[in-house]
């Protein structure tokens, strides 16, 4: 009598699994993101991702519990001493524009928003430079982030050319006898007007020779990539400091951004306030100097750990071997084997000092340097790889962690979210007005803030790469002798004033170009 529930129950059985053998087969057609290795902005949950474990145990276990001293304290979150350099960018003899422009010059700028930003500079110069009239630079749509965002809708027009009204002649749009001069014009055909061939930090006089005669045949120049197309050496003083006018003066983000920033910062510094004050009321009423020494003082952490960036290094970390081989795949596909890091062994790169540091490292970096879990710290970053598993170690060291999300309301991010670029000048405009500024890794948001900071004598801290990839290395390092290590290879990273040396950026080193002894 058992003979025939038995059969039943096979065929239930091999039906249950027929239906299980084809929900694993059409899963990751209805759900491409959970098995895509190659998606830029998160890891696939299934094909590369097991959250790693801490990689450096024994260094957590007492920075969890570590006590800063208090003169470490002090010394850390004061600010930095006048150091001799003011700002020295008006000229000498009052600016006059001349009588006739040579023709309008249009420029397209691709990359990412600090990259676009130190673009929009050398468009001044270059302008400037051929007496012509500038067009508001075209950003390009970004090809990883999908932002759209057009110069108007970052940066405040009106104040840029209100600043810029008496060294060069811009204009929002072109006339309509040149409206035809378009960026699909140009993506269509070879185009007489459009200049392609512009090198890598040209010199001032290719652009008296190349472009400019095609502004005067034609009235206009389109110049087209133009990112890191001006040289920083053998230009006129008056180009270098109107370079930096541009970039510390006429570049203000548009109100909108200014609130979301001005809110966020007024949430850290007042922590008890954070669902209360609005960017508005802080703007409108400042608090006057007293009341800012006595505010809150918060630190901003650029955590630069995305997926480009670990495929990039060709680093280890701590992934295991599903992780490796999908970075290794998607290093493949994006740069067909054209990665230099590839040749070394991840020991190699970090002895060299050329892996990012992860969130783990970066938070055992802020501890030995005196930052403590009452440190109220705001993550700068657009999407970290690994998401959540990724930075909880650091969260954990840093319980009082923040970031716009957690500061803002979604009806206060509304006009920003989704939108990298307005993200990323919210998160511009909160590091610059932190009290300390630290990036994880180099990239254009370092550089850009080094920069600005640097030119407003504000306390940076950058990370000793080569001094980091050694220490980390060493597992049998102890607590006393890993910090005593930090706090001496980074005595002189804190904001010290750097000259500028030959081909370096005059973007990331504002002296002695744009500024003058005090």
Request: proline share 6%; charged share 20%; with cysteine.
């Amino acid at each position: 009598m058992r003979q025939p529930y038995n059969c039943n129950h096979q065929v239930h059985q091999s039906q249950r699994s027929a239906f299980a053998v084809l929900f694993l087969v059409l899963l990751p057609i209805f759900f491409p993101n959970l098995f895509a290795p190659l998606g830029r902005a998160s890891p696939s949950l299934f094909s590369e991702w097991n959250a790693p474990k801490p990689r450096h145990l024994s260094l957590l276990e007492v920075a969890l519990h570590w006590k800063t001293p208090i003169k470490q304290l002090f010394d850390l979150w004061s600010p930095l001493p006048n150091q001799g350099w003011k700002p020295c960018i008006d000229s000498a003899d009052t600016p006059s524009l001349p009588e006739r422009s040579q023709g309008y010059i249009q420029v397209f700028l691709d990359g990412g928003l600090n990259q676009q930003r130190m673009g929009i500079c050398d468009a001044v110069a270059v302008a400037k430079l051929l007496n012509a009239t500038l067009v508001i630079p075209h950003l390009e749509v970004n090809p990883v982030w999908q932002d759209s965002s057009s110069f108007t809708d970052i940066f405040d027009v009106d104040h840029f050319i209100n600043v810029l009204r008496d060294e060069v002649s811009i204009v929002k749009e072109l006339p309509r006898e040149y409206s035809w001069s378009s960026r699909e014009y140009y993506a269509t055909g070879i185009r007489a007007t459009r200049i392609k061939t512009a090198p890598v930090h040209a010199s001032a006089d290719w652009y008296l020779e190349k472009v400019l005669p095609v502004m005067q045949s034609y009235g206009i120049a389109a110049i087209s990539p133009f990112s890191h197309r001006l040289a920083f050496d053998k230009l006129p003083v008056e180009i270098q400091h109107l370079r930096c006018k541009v970039n510390f003066e006429a570049l203000a983000f548009v109100p909108r951004i200014r609130l979301i920033g001005e809110t966020l910062v007024n949430r850290l510094r007042d922590p008890s306030g954070k669902l209360q004050a609005s960017g508005t009321e802080v703007l409108r009423e400042r608090t006057d100097d007293a009341e800012k020494e006595r505010a809150g003082k918060f630190v901003v952490l650029h955590l630069r750990f995305d997926k480009d960036m670990a495929a990039h290094s060709a680093c280890d970390f701590g992934g295991g071997k599903a992780e490796k081989l999908a970075l290794a795949k998607y290093r493949q596909v994006l740069w067909q084997g054209k990665v230099l890091n590839s040749q070394f062994t991840d020991h190699e790169l970090r002895n060299q000092g050329r892996c990012p540091l992860t969130p783990e490292e970066i938070g055992l970096l802020l501890t030995a340097l005196g930052f403590n879990n009452n440190t109220h710290l705001y993550l700068a970053s657009h999407k970290v790889y690994g998401g959540e598993a990724r930075i909880s170690t650091l969260r954990t060291m840093f319980p009082l962690m923040e970031d716009k999300k957690s500061l803002a309301s979604a009806i206060e991010l509304t006009e920003v979210e989704g939108k990298a670029s307005l993200m990323a000048a919210v998160d511009y405009y909160v590091s610059l007005k932190s009290d300390i500024f630290i990036s994880a890794s180099p990239g254009n948001m370092h550089n850009a803030l080094l920069g600005h900071r640097a030119y407003l004598n504000l306390k940076t801290i950058r990370p000793n790469m080569l001094l980091l990839g050694p220490l980390f290395l060493n597992k049998t390092i102890e607590w006393s002798e890993f910090q005593h290590a930090v706090i001496n290879g980074h005595k002189n990273r804190q904001g010290q004033m750097r000259l500028r040396k030959e081909k370096q950026s005059i973007y990331t080193y504002p002296a002695p170009d744009c500024m003058c002894r005090a």
